[in-house]
């Protein structure tokens, strides 16, 4: 039987984001997704073999909407990387239950190998060379990923901050101040200090 042309990619992965959106990463599989798109189990198996390969729609459904065009070149490698980075944080943030996703499937995502390329030319003409560009994209990695699941799992919003705040100060007096001065601190604040404090190192 053929497949019906109204079953898409992009309807499957567009179902399958919805349940991770909701359920979380946890509630994904086969029939969640089946019952999301209003087909029973099996006949999803038509179209998708496994959750791995929902995962990979997912994946490429979520990068594949970050802006990859590389900023002004009138700008400074710090600026232009900063853009990127924020495209990123941006764009995957939207879904932060995704993001161990992003890890597992990453070198097989067009979305981020295309973003990685981008980057990797800002830094080439910065003058990263060797080692020297696989550390810094792999600190700019993990500093946007680590942020992005921090702001949403344990942001400074949060109750965890108002718990380490009243902590006994005569047992923890450096995290229970801490603690009070980043009530103030947002999340944009957050982001962008610790990614400028990331640059001026990858430099150094």
């Not at 590389?70 to 710090?78: F, G, T, V």
């Not at 764009?91 to 070198?107: C, D, F, N, Q």
Request: hydrophobic content about 45%.
């Amino acid at each position: 039987m053929p497949r019906p042309r109204s079953l898409t990619p992009g309807r499957i992965s567009a179902a399958a984001l919805t349940v991770i959106d909701r359920d979380g990463l946890a509630g994904l599989s086969m029939r969640t997704v089946a019952k999301e798109l209003g087909l029973s189990t099996m006949a999803l198996y038509r179209y998708v073999h496994d959750r791995e390969e929902l995962e990979r729609l997912v994946v490429e459904l979520v990068l594949g909407a970050v802006d990859i065009e590389p900023p002004s070149s009138d700008a400074s490698w710090r600026e232009r990387v900063e853009v990127m980075v924020r495209r990123l944080r941006d764009t995957v943030g939207a879904h932060p239950s995704v993001v161990p996703l992003t890890l597992t499937h990453r070198h097989r995502s067009p979305g981020v190998l295309r973003w990685s390329e981008t980057v990797l030319a800002i830094l080439t003409e910065a003058g990263f060379e060797g080692e020297q560009r696989v550390i810094a994209l792999r600190c700019l990695l993990g500093y946007v990923i680590g942020a992005i699941q921090l702001e949403h799992l344990g942001p400074l919003s949060g109750e965890g901050t108002v718990a380490v705040a009243a902590l006994p100060q005569d047992e923890f007096p450096y995290m229970a101040e801490t603690a009070r001065h980043a009530r103030n601190v947002s999340a944009d604040q957050e982001f962008l200090g610790g990614l400028a404090v990331l640059l001026r190192g990858l430099r150094a």
